[in-house]
DNA sequence: CTAATAGTGTCTATTAGACAGTATGTT
DNA sequence: AACATACTGTCTAATAGACACTATTAG
Protein backbone atom coordinates (compact mmCIF):
# COMPACT_ATOMS: atom_id res chain seq x y z
CA UNK A 1 0.00 0.00 0.00
CA UNK A 2 2.39 2.06 -1.49
CA UNK A 3 1.78 5.19 -3.73
CA UNK A 4 4.47 5.67 -6.49
CA UNK A 5 5.06 7.87 -8.89
CA UNK A 6 3.97 7.51 -12.49
CA UNK A 7 5.82 8.19 -15.55
CA UNK A 8 6.27 6.89 -19.18
CA UNK A 9 9.06 6.96 -21.64
CA UNK A 10 9.21 6.79 -25.58
CA UNK A 11 11.05 4.83 -27.93
CA UNK A 12 10.53 7.01 -30.90
CA UNK A 13 12.54 5.28 -33.72
CA UNK A 14 12.58 6.15 -37.20
CA UNK A 15 14.78 5.15 -39.91
CA UNK A 16 17.80 8.02 -41.18
CA UNK A 17 18.98 7.32 -44.70
CA UNK A 18 22.74 8.48 -45.61
CA UNK A 19 24.75 8.84 -49.12
CA UNK A 20 27.67 7.15 -48.66
CA UNK A 21 31.09 7.21 -50.87
CA UNK A 22 29.89 4.84 -53.37
CA UNK A 23 27.69 7.14 -55.35
CA UNK A 24 26.86 4.45 -57.84
CA UNK A 25 24.98 2.29 -54.73
CA UNK A 26 22.23 3.05 -52.81
CA UNK A 27 22.59 5.09 -49.82
CA UNK A 28 23.16 3.27 -46.71
CA UNK A 29 19.59 3.19 -43.98
CA UNK A 30 20.34 3.32 -39.83
CA UNK A 31 17.90 2.46 -37.43
CA UNK A 32 17.63 6.05 -35.07
CA UNK A 33 16.21 6.68 -32.07
CA UNK A 34 15.11 10.18 -30.65
CA UNK A 35 16.68 11.09 -26.95
CA UNK A 36 17.08 14.17 -25.37
CA UNK A 37 19.24 16.17 -22.81
CA UNK A 38 18.40 16.47 -19.36
CA UNK A 39 18.40 19.52 -18.54
CA UNK A 40 18.04 18.86 -14.82
CA UNK A 41 18.86 16.60 -11.92
CA UNK A 42 19.24 14.39 -11.88
CA UNK A 43 21.42 12.99 -14.40
CA UNK A 44 21.66 16.45 -15.68
CA UNK A 45 23.54 16.73 -18.96
CA UNK A 46 23.05 13.30 -19.77
CA UNK A 47 21.05 11.71 -22.88
CA UNK A 48 17.73 9.83 -21.82
CA UNK A 49 14.49 8.78 -23.71
CA UNK A 50 11.91 11.23 -23.98
CA UNK A 51 9.10 11.19 -21.23
CA UNK A 52 7.48 12.60 -18.50
CA UNK A 53 5.10 12.22 -15.64
CA UNK A 54 1.88 10.91 -16.70
CA UNK A 55 -0.90 13.62 -15.28
CA UNK A 56 -3.80 12.79 -12.86
CA UNK A 57 -6.25 12.92 -15.66
CA UNK A 58 -4.86 10.97 -18.01
CA UNK A 59 -3.57 7.52 -19.06
CA UNK A 60 0.38 6.58 -19.86
CA UNK A 61 -0.55 6.32 -24.10
CA UNK A 62 -1.98 9.69 -23.47
CA UNK A 63 1.01 11.09 -21.81
CA UNK A 64 2.92 9.26 -24.76
CA UNK A 65 1.54 10.56 -27.32
CA UNK A 66 1.29 14.63 -25.68
CA UNK A 67 5.17 13.76 -25.33
CA UNK A 68 5.84 12.82 -28.99
CA UNK A 69 3.88 15.88 -29.80
CA UNK A 70 6.03 18.08 -27.98
CA UNK A 71 9.16 16.62 -28.98
CA UNK A 72 8.38 15.80 -33.10
CA UNK A 73 5.36 17.87 -33.74
CA UNK A 74 3.63 14.57 -35.27
CA UNK A 75 -0.03 13.29 -33.91
CA UNK A 76 -2.17 10.29 -33.43
CA UNK A 77 1.22 8.34 -34.53
CA UNK A 78 0.13 4.36 -33.72
CA UNK A 79 1.82 3.51 -30.29
CA UNK A 80 2.44 0.05 -28.93
CA UNK A 81 3.16 -0.69 -25.27
CA UNK A 82 6.88 -2.42 -23.93
CA UNK A 83 6.54 -2.96 -20.83
CA UNK A 84 6.96 -1.45 -17.11
CA UNK A 85 9.71 -0.71 -15.52
CA UNK A 86 9.53 -0.92 -11.77
CA UNK A 87 13.12 -1.42 -9.94
CA UNK A 88 13.23 -0.08 -6.62
CA UNK A 89 16.34 2.32 -7.07
CA UNK A 90 15.75 3.22 -10.84
CA UNK A 91 15.03 7.15 -10.02
CA UNK A 92 17.06 8.25 -7.02
CA UNK A 93 14.72 10.95 -6.02
CA UNK A 94 12.31 8.04 -5.06
CA UNK A 95 10.10 5.20 -5.83
CA UNK A 96 8.96 6.01 -9.66
CA UNK A 97 7.56 3.06 -12.38
CA UNK A 98 8.08 3.75 -16.08
CA UNK A 99 5.05 2.34 -18.34
CA UNK A 100 7.05 2.75 -21.91
CA UNK A 101 5.69 2.87 -25.12
CA UNK A 102 7.55 2.44 -28.61
CA UNK A 103 6.10 4.59 -31.34
CA UNK A 104 7.78 3.82 -34.97
CA UNK A 105 7.52 7.35 -37.27
CA UNK A 106 8.50 8.38 -40.71
CA UNK A 107 10.78 10.66 -40.57
CA UNK A 108 10.63 12.38 -43.94
CA UNK A 109 6.78 13.70 -42.22
CA UNK A 110 9.13 15.49 -39.91
CA UNK A 111 8.29 19.07 -41.60
CA UNK A 112 9.45 20.92 -38.16
CA UNK A 113 12.61 20.83 -36.45
CA UNK A 114 12.33 18.19 -33.68
CA UNK A 115 12.63 20.23 -30.34
CA UNK A 116 16.15 21.66 -29.22
CA UNK A 117 17.15 19.09 -26.24
CA UNK A 118 16.29 16.40 -29.16
CA UNK A 119 18.92 14.66 -30.77
CA UNK A 120 18.61 11.55 -33.26
CA UNK A 121 21.05 8.65 -32.61
CA UNK A 122 22.17 6.00 -34.96
CA UNK A 123 21.62 2.43 -33.30
CA UNK A 124 24.20 -0.44 -34.09
CA UNK A 125 24.08 -3.74 -32.84
CA UNK A 126 27.02 -6.04 -32.34
CA UNK A 127 26.11 -9.46 -31.53
CA UNK A 128 28.57 -12.51 -30.41
CA UNK A 129 28.17 -15.19 -28.52
CA UNK A 130 25.86 -14.09 -25.59
CA UNK A 131 27.08 -10.60 -25.55
CA UNK A 132 25.62 -7.42 -27.06
CA UNK A 133 27.55 -4.01 -28.18
CA UNK A 134 25.34 -1.50 -28.69
CA UNK A 135 26.00 1.62 -30.30
CA UNK A 136 24.61 4.63 -30.61
CA UNK A 137 26.00 7.86 -32.40
CA UNK A 138 24.60 11.09 -33.11
CA UNK A 139 27.34 11.72 -35.43
CA UNK A 140 29.51 14.02 -32.81
CA UNK A 141 29.23 12.08 -29.37
CA UNK A 142 29.09 8.37 -29.00
CA UNK A 143 27.22 5.87 -26.49
CA UNK A 144 28.24 2.56 -25.82
CA UNK A 145 27.32 -0.15 -24.10
CA UNK A 146 27.06 -3.89 -23.81
CA UNK A 147 24.49 -6.11 -22.81
CA UNK A 148 24.39 -10.06 -21.73
CA UNK A 149 21.68 -12.12 -23.42
CA UNK A 150 20.18 -14.01 -20.62
CA UNK A 151 17.12 -17.02 -21.32
CA UNK A 152 14.68 -16.57 -18.50
CA UNK A 153 12.48 -19.83 -19.63
CA UNK A 154 13.40 -22.15 -22.54
CA UNK A 155 9.82 -22.87 -22.86
CA UNK A 156 8.79 -19.56 -22.92
CA UNK A 157 11.45 -18.38 -25.44
CA UNK A 158 11.96 -15.86 -22.72
CA UNK A 159 15.38 -13.42 -22.63
CA UNK A 160 16.41 -10.38 -20.73
CA UNK A 161 19.01 -8.19 -21.57
CA UNK A 162 21.26 -7.61 -18.38
CA UNK A 163 23.70 -4.44 -18.89
CA UNK A 164 26.83 -6.14 -18.43
CA UNK A 165 28.99 -2.35 -19.14
CA UNK A 166 27.56 0.76 -18.95
CA UNK A 167 27.41 3.97 -20.57
CA UNK A 168 25.93 7.76 -19.20
CA UNK A 169 22.45 6.81 -20.23
CA UNK A 170 19.92 8.18 -17.77
CA UNK A 171 18.21 6.04 -15.44
CA UNK A 172 17.49 2.45 -16.80
CA UNK A 173 17.08 3.18 -20.00
CA UNK A 174 19.86 1.23 -21.67
CA UNK A 175 17.85 -1.45 -20.43
CA UNK A 176 14.67 -0.13 -22.04
CA UNK A 177 16.09 0.50 -25.35
CA UNK A 178 17.53 -2.94 -25.81
CA UNK A 179 14.00 -4.61 -24.76
CA UNK A 180 12.40 -2.12 -26.82
CA UNK A 181 14.73 -3.07 -29.97
CA UNK A 182 14.32 -6.89 -29.63
CA UNK A 183 10.55 -6.14 -29.37
CA UNK A 184 10.89 -4.11 -32.63
CA UNK A 185 12.67 -7.05 -34.33
CA UNK A 186 10.10 -9.63 -33.18
CA UNK A 187 7.36 -7.57 -34.05
CA UNK A 188 8.84 -6.46 -37.45
CA UNK A 189 9.40 -10.11 -38.38
CA UNK A 190 5.27 -11.15 -37.32
CA UNK A 191 3.51 -7.87 -38.36
CA UNK A 192 3.52 -5.49 -41.19
CA UNK A 193 4.75 -2.75 -38.77
CA UNK A 194 8.01 -1.95 -40.80
CA UNK A 195 5.71 0.32 -42.80
CA UNK A 196 5.16 2.85 -40.07
CA UNK A 197 9.05 3.36 -40.75
CA UNK A 198 8.38 3.63 -44.52
CA UNK A 199 7.40 6.70 -46.52
CA UNK A 200 4.34 6.43 -48.29
CA UNK A 201 5.90 5.80 -51.53
CA UNK A 202 9.40 3.23 -51.65
CA UNK A 203 11.36 0.80 -53.65
CA UNK A 204 11.09 -2.99 -52.70
CA UNK A 205 15.19 -1.98 -52.35
CA UNK A 206 14.74 0.07 -49.74
CA UNK A 207 12.10 -1.79 -48.03
CA UNK A 208 14.18 -4.66 -48.00
CA UNK A 209 17.02 -2.47 -46.55
CA UNK A 210 15.36 -1.46 -43.27
CA UNK A 211 14.15 -5.01 -43.31
CA UNK A 212 17.59 -6.46 -43.28
CA UNK A 213 18.58 -3.51 -41.14
CA UNK A 214 16.26 -4.41 -38.08
CA UNK A 215 16.33 -7.69 -38.51
CA UNK A 216 20.27 -7.73 -38.02
CA UNK A 217 20.39 -10.38 -41.35
CA UNK A 218 20.79 -10.01 -45.29
CA UNK A 219 17.72 -11.40 -46.75
CA UNK A 220 17.24 -13.17 -49.92
CA UNK A 221 16.37 -10.99 -52.54
CA UNK A 222 13.86 -13.67 -54.39
CA UNK A 223 12.02 -14.74 -51.93
CA UNK A 224 11.95 -11.11 -50.21
CA UNK A 225 10.33 -9.95 -53.08
CA UNK A 226 7.97 -12.91 -53.68
CA UNK A 227 6.61 -12.67 -50.10
CA UNK A 228 6.67 -8.80 -50.05
CA UNK A 229 4.58 -8.43 -53.32
CA UNK A 230 1.01 -9.43 -51.67
CA UNK A 231 1.66 -6.63 -48.66
CA UNK A 232 2.39 -3.89 -51.30
CA UNK A 233 1.00 -2.00 -54.52
CA UNK A 234 2.96 -0.85 -57.31
CA UNK A 235 2.71 2.29 -58.34
CA UNK A 236 3.62 2.68 -61.74
CA UNK A 237 6.31 5.68 -60.93
CA UNK A 238 9.51 5.14 -61.42
CA UNK A 239 12.71 6.23 -59.43
CA UNK A 240 16.35 6.75 -59.98
CA UNK A 241 18.30 5.74 -57.06
CA UNK A 242 21.39 5.75 -58.10
CA UNK A 243 23.81 4.63 -60.92
CA UNK A 244 21.95 1.54 -61.81
CA UNK A 245 18.38 0.50 -63.04
CA UNK A 246 15.02 2.46 -61.89
CA UNK A 247 12.90 1.07 -59.80
CA UNK A 248 8.87 1.05 -58.99
CA UNK A 249 7.73 3.03 -56.63
CA UNK A 250 4.87 0.78 -54.50
CA UNK A 251 3.23 1.51 -51.41
CA UNK A 252 1.69 -0.50 -48.58
CA UNK A 253 -1.50 -2.03 -49.66
CA UNK A 254 -4.17 -2.38 -46.48
CA UNK A 255 -5.41 -6.09 -46.21
CA UNK A 256 -9.18 -6.03 -46.72
CA UNK B 1 3.31 14.40 -11.33
CA UNK B 2 0.81 12.95 -9.52
CA UNK B 3 1.20 9.63 -7.10
CA UNK B 4 -0.55 6.31 -7.85
CA UNK B 5 -1.69 3.26 -6.33
CA UNK B 6 0.73 0.17 -7.84
CA UNK B 7 -1.53 -3.09 -7.72
CA UNK B 8 -0.73 -6.34 -9.56
CA UNK B 9 -3.38 -8.80 -10.66
CA UNK B 10 -2.29 -12.24 -11.91
CA UNK B 11 -3.74 -14.68 -14.41
CA UNK B 12 -3.29 -17.74 -13.11
CA UNK B 13 -3.90 -20.45 -15.93
CA UNK B 14 -4.43 -24.43 -15.48
CA UNK B 15 -5.27 -27.28 -17.21
CA UNK B 16 -8.67 -29.23 -15.58
CA UNK B 17 -9.12 -32.57 -16.81
CA UNK B 18 -12.71 -34.38 -16.33
CA UNK B 19 -13.69 -37.45 -17.24
CA UNK B 20 -17.09 -37.37 -19.65
CA UNK B 21 -19.73 -39.80 -20.49
CA UNK B 22 -18.09 -41.67 -23.16
CA UNK B 23 -15.64 -44.37 -20.92
CA UNK B 24 -13.59 -45.13 -24.20
CA UNK B 25 -12.63 -41.56 -24.96
CA UNK B 26 -10.10 -39.49 -23.10
CA UNK B 27 -11.13 -36.97 -20.26
CA UNK B 28 -11.70 -33.68 -21.47
CA UNK B 29 -9.77 -31.26 -21.00
CA UNK B 30 -10.54 -27.30 -20.02
CA UNK B 31 -8.35 -24.08 -19.88
CA UNK B 32 -9.02 -22.78 -16.26
CA UNK B 33 -8.07 -19.39 -14.41
CA UNK B 34 -8.29 -19.11 -10.76
CA UNK B 35 -10.51 -16.34 -9.89
CA UNK B 36 -10.97 -14.66 -5.67
CA UNK B 37 -14.22 -13.75 -4.13
CA UNK B 38 -13.58 -10.12 -2.74
CA UNK B 39 -14.38 -10.26 0.70
CA UNK B 40 -14.54 -6.57 0.87
CA UNK B 41 -15.31 -3.09 -1.30
CA UNK B 42 -15.07 -2.03 -3.80
CA UNK B 43 -16.69 -4.87 -5.65
CA UNK B 44 -17.37 -7.02 -2.01
CA UNK B 45 -18.48 -10.60 -3.04
CA UNK B 46 -17.75 -10.80 -6.65
CA UNK B 47 -15.07 -12.45 -8.32
CA UNK B 48 -12.28 -11.01 -9.40
CA UNK B 49 -8.37 -12.08 -10.63
CA UNK B 50 -6.11 -12.66 -7.48
CA UNK B 51 -3.88 -9.43 -6.71
CA UNK B 52 -2.92 -6.79 -4.33
CA UNK B 53 -0.67 -3.96 -3.77
CA UNK B 54 3.27 -3.67 -4.88
CA UNK B 55 4.61 -3.15 -1.49
CA UNK B 56 7.31 -0.37 -0.75
CA UNK B 57 10.71 -2.53 -2.20
CA UNK B 58 9.01 -4.48 -3.71
CA UNK B 59 8.84 -4.59 -7.74
CA UNK B 60 5.58 -6.08 -9.84
CA UNK B 61 6.86 -9.75 -10.74
CA UNK B 62 8.39 -10.15 -6.80
CA UNK B 63 4.66 -8.95 -5.75
CA UNK B 64 3.11 -11.37 -8.00
CA UNK B 65 5.02 -14.47 -7.18
CA UNK B 66 4.08 -13.83 -3.54
CA UNK B 67 0.19 -13.47 -4.08
CA UNK B 68 0.87 -17.26 -6.32
CA UNK B 69 2.18 -18.49 -3.25
CA UNK B 70 -0.17 -17.46 -0.99
CA UNK B 71 -3.11 -18.35 -3.01
CA UNK B 72 -1.65 -22.08 -4.39
CA UNK B 73 1.13 -22.80 -2.24
CA UNK B 74 3.71 -22.91 -5.23
CA UNK B 75 6.77 -21.14 -5.58
CA UNK B 76 9.65 -19.82 -8.27
CA UNK B 77 6.81 -20.19 -11.11
CA UNK B 78 7.79 -18.68 -14.24
CA UNK B 79 5.62 -15.29 -15.13
CA UNK B 80 5.32 -12.77 -18.07
CA UNK B 81 4.06 -9.47 -17.82
CA UNK B 82 0.33 -9.79 -19.63
CA UNK B 83 0.68 -5.40 -19.45
CA UNK B 84 -0.62 -2.65 -17.81
CA UNK B 85 -3.97 -1.08 -16.79
CA UNK B 86 -4.07 2.64 -16.10
CA UNK B 87 -7.63 3.60 -16.81
CA UNK B 88 -8.65 6.66 -14.54
CA UNK B 89 -11.65 5.31 -13.27
CA UNK B 90 -10.57 1.75 -13.00
CA UNK B 91 -10.77 1.29 -8.92
CA UNK B 92 -13.61 4.23 -7.60
CA UNK B 93 -11.18 4.16 -4.42
CA UNK B 94 -9.04 6.20 -6.45
CA UNK B 95 -6.16 6.47 -8.85
CA UNK B 96 -4.50 2.95 -9.17
CA UNK B 97 -2.43 1.35 -12.34
CA UNK B 98 -2.37 -2.18 -12.27
CA UNK B 99 0.63 -4.32 -13.93
CA UNK B 100 -0.70 -7.74 -14.59
CA UNK B 101 1.40 -10.66 -14.76
CA UNK B 102 0.28 -14.50 -16.70
CA UNK B 103 1.54 -17.55 -14.49
CA UNK B 104 1.37 -20.80 -16.05
CA UNK B 105 0.46 -24.30 -13.75
CA UNK B 106 0.87 -27.82 -13.65
CA UNK B 107 -2.27 -28.28 -11.61
CA UNK B 108 -1.51 -31.84 -10.90
CA UNK B 109 1.52 -30.72 -8.75
CA UNK B 110 -0.95 -28.79 -6.18
CA UNK B 111 -0.87 -30.44 -3.33
CA UNK B 112 -2.45 -28.16 -0.67
CA UNK B 113 -5.71 -26.73 -1.29
CA UNK B 114 -5.68 -23.63 -3.00
CA UNK B 115 -6.56 -20.90 -0.88
CA UNK B 116 -10.24 -20.66 0.92
CA UNK B 117 -11.55 -17.68 -0.98
CA UNK B 118 -10.04 -18.95 -4.17
CA UNK B 119 -11.74 -21.07 -6.96
CA UNK B 120 -11.00 -22.38 -10.43
CA UNK B 121 -13.14 -21.59 -13.40
CA UNK B 122 -13.45 -23.35 -16.56
CA UNK B 123 -13.18 -20.91 -19.84
CA UNK B 124 -14.81 -21.29 -23.10
CA UNK B 125 -14.62 -19.52 -25.83
CA UNK B 126 -17.27 -18.57 -28.32
CA UNK B 127 -15.72 -16.33 -31.70
CA UNK B 128 -18.08 -15.23 -33.96
CA UNK B 129 -17.66 -13.02 -36.75
CA UNK B 130 -16.11 -9.84 -34.55
CA UNK B 131 -17.67 -10.61 -31.33
CA UNK B 132 -16.27 -12.70 -28.38
CA UNK B 133 -18.22 -14.48 -26.04
CA UNK B 134 -16.17 -15.83 -22.94
CA UNK B 135 -18.09 -17.65 -20.42
CA UNK B 136 -16.17 -19.05 -16.76
CA UNK B 137 -18.03 -21.45 -14.83
CA UNK B 138 -17.29 -23.34 -11.37
CA UNK B 139 -19.79 -25.54 -11.72
CA UNK B 140 -21.92 -24.00 -9.67
CA UNK B 141 -21.58 -19.73 -10.77
CA UNK B 142 -21.36 -18.75 -13.78
CA UNK B 143 -19.34 -15.15 -15.56
CA UNK B 144 -20.88 -14.69 -19.08
CA UNK B 145 -19.43 -11.40 -20.93
CA UNK B 146 -19.09 -10.23 -24.33
CA UNK B 147 -15.72 -8.40 -26.19
CA UNK B 148 -15.88 -6.92 -29.26
CA UNK B 149 -12.41 -7.47 -31.23
CA UNK B 150 -11.48 -4.34 -32.67
CA UNK B 151 -8.39 -3.53 -34.84
CA UNK B 152 -6.04 -1.03 -33.62
CA UNK B 153 -3.17 -0.85 -36.34
CA UNK B 154 -3.65 -3.40 -39.78
CA UNK B 155 -0.12 -2.66 -40.08
CA UNK B 156 0.84 -3.81 -36.53
CA UNK B 157 -1.52 -7.00 -36.17
CA UNK B 158 -3.11 -5.31 -32.68
CA UNK B 159 -5.99 -5.88 -31.87
CA UNK B 160 -7.89 -3.96 -28.78
CA UNK B 161 -10.90 -5.99 -26.70
CA UNK B 162 -13.30 -4.01 -25.65
CA UNK B 163 -16.26 -5.45 -23.54
CA UNK B 164 -19.99 -5.19 -24.94
CA UNK B 165 -21.70 -7.31 -22.38
CA UNK B 166 -20.60 -6.85 -19.07
CA UNK B 167 -20.62 -10.02 -16.55
CA UNK B 168 -20.08 -8.85 -12.75
CA UNK B 169 -16.08 -9.30 -12.71
CA UNK B 170 -14.66 -6.78 -10.57
CA UNK B 171 -12.77 -3.95 -11.81
CA UNK B 172 -11.78 -4.21 -15.23
CA UNK B 173 -10.83 -7.71 -14.94
CA UNK B 174 -13.00 -9.04 -17.82
CA UNK B 175 -10.41 -6.87 -20.38
CA UNK B 176 -7.06 -7.90 -18.43
CA UNK B 177 -8.95 -11.60 -18.92
CA UNK B 178 -9.44 -11.81 -22.86
CA UNK B 179 -6.34 -9.49 -23.56
CA UNK B 180 -3.98 -12.75 -21.39
CA UNK B 181 -6.07 -15.41 -23.08
CA UNK B 182 -5.01 -13.98 -26.31
CA UNK B 183 -1.82 -13.60 -24.89
CA UNK B 184 -1.78 -17.11 -24.21
CA UNK B 185 -2.37 -18.06 -27.51
CA UNK B 186 -0.24 -16.20 -29.21
CA UNK B 187 2.70 -17.42 -26.91
CA UNK B 188 1.29 -20.73 -27.27
CA UNK B 189 2.14 -20.68 -31.15
CA UNK B 190 5.18 -19.70 -31.00
CA UNK B 191 7.12 -21.02 -27.93
CA UNK B 192 7.17 -23.95 -25.67
CA UNK B 193 5.47 -22.39 -22.95
CA UNK B 194 2.36 -25.03 -22.86
CA UNK B 195 4.59 -27.54 -21.31
CA UNK B 196 4.33 -25.19 -17.77
CA UNK B 197 0.54 -26.34 -18.05
CA UNK B 198 1.36 -30.00 -18.39
CA UNK B 199 2.58 -32.98 -15.91
CA UNK B 200 6.12 -33.72 -16.37
CA UNK B 201 5.07 -36.94 -18.11
CA UNK B 202 2.00 -36.83 -20.71
CA UNK B 203 0.89 -38.60 -23.58
CA UNK B 204 1.16 -36.88 -27.39
CA UNK B 205 -2.70 -36.97 -27.18
CA UNK B 206 -3.10 -35.29 -24.06
CA UNK B 207 -0.79 -32.56 -25.30
CA UNK B 208 -2.70 -32.14 -28.32
CA UNK B 209 -6.07 -31.87 -26.50
CA UNK B 210 -4.45 -28.57 -24.85
CA UNK B 211 -3.01 -27.01 -27.72
CA UNK B 212 -6.27 -27.38 -29.71
CA UNK B 213 -8.25 -25.97 -26.74
CA UNK B 214 -6.00 -22.96 -26.42
CA UNK B 215 -5.25 -22.60 -30.04
CA UNK B 216 -9.10 -23.18 -30.22
CA UNK B 217 -8.79 -25.33 -33.47
CA UNK B 218 -8.53 -28.99 -34.56
CA UNK B 219 -4.88 -29.78 -35.00
CA UNK B 220 -3.91 -32.21 -38.01
CA UNK B 221 -2.93 -35.69 -36.38
CA UNK B 222 0.54 -36.38 -38.57
CA UNK B 223 1.38 -32.65 -38.90
CA UNK B 224 0.90 -32.54 -34.98
CA UNK B 225 3.47 -35.49 -34.16
CA UNK B 226 5.67 -34.89 -36.61
CA UNK B 227 6.42 -30.91 -35.39
CA UNK B 228 6.01 -32.08 -31.67
CA UNK B 229 8.17 -34.86 -31.88
CA UNK B 230 11.61 -32.50 -31.63
CA UNK B 231 10.65 -31.30 -28.32
CA UNK B 232 9.30 -34.17 -26.29
CA UNK B 233 11.81 -37.46 -24.97
CA UNK B 234 9.63 -40.87 -25.22
CA UNK B 235 9.79 -42.39 -21.54
CA UNK B 236 9.10 -45.66 -22.15
CA UNK B 237 6.54 -45.73 -19.79
CA UNK B 238 3.24 -46.61 -21.26
CA UNK B 239 -0.21 -45.75 -19.99
CA UNK B 240 -4.04 -47.01 -20.45
CA UNK B 241 -6.20 -43.83 -20.95
CA UNK B 242 -9.45 -45.31 -21.85
CA UNK B 243 -10.89 -47.55 -24.32
CA UNK B 244 -8.44 -47.98 -26.80
CA UNK B 245 -4.72 -48.59 -27.40
CA UNK B 246 -2.05 -47.44 -25.00
CA UNK B 247 0.02 -44.43 -25.05
CA UNK B 248 3.94 -43.85 -24.57
CA UNK B 249 4.35 -41.21 -21.80
CA UNK B 250 6.53 -38.13 -23.06
CA UNK B 251 8.37 -35.35 -21.15
CA UNK B 252 9.71 -31.96 -22.42
CA UNK B 253 12.99 -31.91 -24.22
CA UNK B 254 14.71 -29.05 -23.37
CA UNK B 255 16.76 -27.53 -26.02
CA UNK B 256 20.55 -27.37 -25.94
C1' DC C 1 -17.97 -57.21 -32.44
C1' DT C 2 -17.33 -51.70 -32.21
C1' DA C 3 -15.72 -47.23 -30.75
C1' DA C 4 -11.91 -44.62 -29.71
C1' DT C 5 -7.36 -43.28 -29.60
C1' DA C 6 -2.20 -44.45 -30.85
C1' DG C 7 0.91 -44.31 -34.21
C1' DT C 8 2.96 -44.63 -39.18
C1' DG C 9 3.40 -43.68 -43.96
C1' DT C 10 2.61 -41.39 -48.25
C1' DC C 11 1.02 -38.02 -51.55
C1' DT C 12 0.44 -33.16 -52.50
C1' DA C 13 0.52 -28.19 -52.01
C1' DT C 14 2.94 -24.38 -50.31
C1' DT C 15 6.90 -21.88 -49.20
C1' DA C 16 11.83 -20.53 -48.49
C1' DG C 17 16.47 -20.58 -50.08
C1' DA C 18 19.98 -20.71 -53.71
C1' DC C 19 21.36 -18.91 -57.66
C1' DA C 20 21.52 -17.93 -62.53
C1' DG C 21 20.39 -14.66 -65.85
C1' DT C 22 18.60 -10.39 -68.01
C1' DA C 23 17.62 -5.23 -67.74
C1' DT C 24 18.99 -0.54 -67.23
C1' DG C 25 20.68 3.14 -65.16
C1' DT C 26 25.36 6.16 -63.57
C1' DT C 27 30.30 6.67 -63.25
C1' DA D 1 33.13 -0.80 -70.01
C1' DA D 2 32.24 -1.61 -65.16
C1' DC D 3 29.37 -1.52 -61.38
C1' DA D 4 25.25 -1.61 -58.75
C1' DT D 5 20.80 -2.49 -58.25
C1' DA D 6 16.07 -4.11 -60.41
C1' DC D 7 13.59 -7.86 -61.50
C1' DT D 8 12.38 -12.69 -63.22
C1' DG D 9 12.65 -17.56 -63.43
C1' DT D 10 13.83 -22.12 -62.03
C1' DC D 11 15.50 -25.87 -59.19
C1' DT D 12 15.57 -27.83 -54.63
C1' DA D 13 14.70 -28.55 -49.73
C1' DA D 14 11.70 -28.21 -45.94
C1' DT D 15 7.23 -28.25 -44.11
C1' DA D 16 2.09 -28.53 -43.47
C1' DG D 17 -2.24 -30.61 -44.64
C1' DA D 18 -5.01 -34.53 -46.14
C1' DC D 19 -5.90 -38.99 -45.53
C1' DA D 20 -5.35 -43.89 -45.59
C1' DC D 21 -3.97 -47.68 -42.93
C1' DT D 22 -2.56 -50.62 -38.93
C1' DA D 23 -2.45 -51.43 -33.73
C1' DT D 24 -4.55 -52.07 -29.40
C1' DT D 25 -7.45 -51.46 -25.79
C1' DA D 26 -12.28 -51.39 -23.08
C1' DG D 27 -17.12 -51.75 -23.44
Known amino acids: MSKVEYTTDLLIFGIDSRENDNLRSLPSKYLSILLVRRNKEPFKGQWSLPGGYVLENEIALDASQRILTKETGLKDVYMQQVGIYDSIKRDPRGRTISSSYMALIDRTLLKQEISMDACW ?12 NIKLTNGIEKINYVVKRECISKKGNDYDYR ?3 HSDLAFDHEEIIIRGIMILRDKVWNTDIVFDLMPKEFTIGQLKQVYSLILGKELVNSAFRRVIASKVIET ?21
Open 121 to 132: FDIELQENEDNI
Open 163 to 165: VVE
Open 236 to 256: GKMVKTGGHRPSVLCSYKERD
